[in-house]
């Protein structure tokens, strides 16, 4: 491949959001863009491996191929190792397929000036294909790249169909559909999934991948962005390592897309972050940023163990129905985690409770300016009693449900106690806001309401870093309509 030394944008990271955003930038032929991805890509969707795509199956065990991992503290003394994609496609190539949108008063929370409910919902619209017939049409697109569809009644796993029982003889509301704005007062409802066929359909496979014939597109893997190059305040170009070797691209439009850990990363060995920080680690302050990797949120959650005497092992979406009650959502996982990412040992089936609206604010910091050292990721889960008093009530809410009498004619289960409730924490993996946008008032605000990075000209960030707060349900659908709508933006 000729080497690149010039592109009207460089997109760096080739994830959920990165892949939405070459593709729609590069529907403009005078418009030439240059993705670069730390991770592998492909060139043909019939390149793309089965363990990608097969739904039944999360790739991120020990030795993925497809996955970078940094070691973070969920909360104090409780150390875990976290996964995220890297590969062409990101997080959303190897994730649980759960596509579901935000609810409407998740975006109270973001600037009003571009980014309400009513000015987003078109772009939901657009990103999906929504396959189910019987949903409420006018919630739904039927042209975006993304299906979407539900797992359909008669096929549900046993422990969602017993667990969805117990929610509605409970007195929960049954939603048909999740991303219909009445769902957003709680209820349990079918998840919606952007699986076809059993595939995961990760945005390379929606938006790039059938794309990459366009002249004015490059897409080069294994290209590792390093830094960021200024002239005075405004960016020209990137850094990065491609198999090993250095090279420099320049480019008056650069967009940070590497993903909510590593976009504040690639910002802070940049010169864009915290001052003090910077110089304690010997970095030349190009913009003091207080917000930069502070103040992010994502959503702790807790493995209950659930003992099936007749589990039924058998390939199913991760997640086929949740429960959303006050604060947490219920997910009745339909196998045991060792059964859904290879190489894990042996553990129980789980029920997980998930902590949508948490008070805990993280903070990501660099280790050091290596590249290829993973920052420091700390998460604070249930430092505040509001959070641990929610927290233990979903719990028991959890275990409620999945003791009544009416979970057992589907399916018998036993509820053990949970010894260490340390030791079943974990989080969703949504990780956003490390870089946020907010209003120019704010000081820990990095970006203004077009993504651009407040004291650089000519620098944006799409990806889940820039989300205000993490959303009160799963982020990747709002990932992808977040980078539908800023493409719509930025030119
Ligand atoms: C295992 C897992 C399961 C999940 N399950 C769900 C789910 O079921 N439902 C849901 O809603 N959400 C889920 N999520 C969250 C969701 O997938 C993410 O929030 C979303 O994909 C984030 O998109 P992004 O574009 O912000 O970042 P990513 O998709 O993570 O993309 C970042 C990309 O940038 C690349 N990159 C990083 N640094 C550099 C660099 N320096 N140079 C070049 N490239 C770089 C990475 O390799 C990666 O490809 C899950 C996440 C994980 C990890």
Redesign the pocket.
């Given at each position: 491949m000729n080497r690149i030394e010039y592109a009207d944008v460089i997109v760096?990271?080739?994830?959920?959001?990165?892949?939405v955003v070459a593709s729609r930038l590069s529907e403009n032929p005078d418009r030439s863009v240059l993705l670069?991805?730390?991770?592998p890509t492909f060139s043909a969707i019939a390149e793309v491996p089965a363990d990608l795509t097969d739904a039944s199956m999360?790739p991120?065990g020990p030795g993925s191929e497809w996955?970078?991992t940094y070691s973070a503290e969920l909360t104090s003394g409780v150390g875990r190792t976290?996964?995220?994609?890297?590969?062409?496609?990101?997080?959303?190539?190897?994730?649980?397929?759960?596509?579901?949108r935000a609810t409407p008063t998740d975006f109270d929370a973001w600037p009003q000036s571009l980014w309400s409910f009513e000015q987003v919902l078109p772009f939901y619209l657009g990103s999906e294909t929504d396959l189910d017939a019987g949903t409420q049409r006018q919630w739904h697109g039927s042209r975006g790249p993304m299906p979407v569809a539900r797992t359909p009644v008669r096929a549900r796993h046993p422990i969602t169909t017993a667990f969805v029982d117990s929610a509605v003889n409970a007195g929960f509301s049954m939603h048909q559909d999740l991303n219909a704005p009445g769902a957003s007062a709680g209820g349990v409802g079918a998840v919606p999934l952007n699986i076809r066929n059993g595939n995961r359909v990760s945005?390379a496979l929606a938006y790039l991948l059938p794309i990459l014939e366009r002249q004015n597109l490059r897409v080069q893997g294994h290209?590792?962005?390093?830094s960021l190059i200024f002239d005075g305040s405004k960016v020209i170009g990137v850094e990065?390592l491609v198999d090993g070797v250095h090279s420099i691209v320049r480019s008056d439009t650069v967009i940070l897309?590497?993903?909510?850990?590593?976009?504040p990363?690639?910002l802070l060995r940049s010169g864009i972050g915290p001052a003090d920080d910077l110089v304690a680690l010997g970095i030349s302050v190009e913009v003091d940023s207080p917000g930069v990797g502070r103040g992010f949120s994502d959503h702790p959650e807790v493995a209950v163990p659930v003992v099936a005497k007749n589990e039924v092992p058998r390939k199913s979406p991760?997640?086929e129905a949740v429960l959303h009650a006050d604060a947490v959502e219920i997910r009745p996982y339909t196998r045991r985690f060792d059964r859904l990412i290879s190489g894990l040992e042996p553990g129980p089936q789980v029920v997980g409770v998930g902590l949508m609206r948490s008070t805990s604010r993280g903070s990501i910091a660099l280790r050091s300016t290596d590249?290829f050292e993973a920052p420091d990721v700390r998460y604070h889960y249930l430092e505040s009693e509001v959070d641990r008093r929610a927290m233990r009530e979903g719990v028991e809410l959890a275990r409620d449900l999945l003791a009544s009498p009416i979970m057992s004619e589907t399916m018998t289960v036993t509820v053990p106690t949970i010894e260490n409730p340390l030791a079943a924490l974990g989080t969703?993996?949504?990780?956003?806001g490390s870089a946020r946008m907010g209003p120019e008032s704010d000081p820990s605000s990095v970006l203004d309401d077009h993504c651009r990075v407040r004291g650089v000209d000519g620098l944006f960030v799409?990806?889940?870093?820039a989300f205000p707060v993490v959303p009160s349900?799963?982020?990747?659908?709002?990932?992808i309509m977040f980078?539908e709508r800023a493409a719509a933006l930025l030119f």
């Open positions: 760096v990271g080739g994830g959920s959001c990165g892949c670069l991805e730390a991770g999360l991120i996955v970078g976290i996964a995220r994609g890297r590969v062409l496609g990101g997080s959303g190539a190897v994730n649980g397929g759960y596509f579901v945005a290209a590792t962005v390093t990065m897309s590497a993903g909510a850990v590593h976009t990363a690639l991760a997640l590249p969703s993996l949504h990780l956003s799409v990806d889940t870093s349900r799963g982020p990747h659908a709002t990932a980078a």
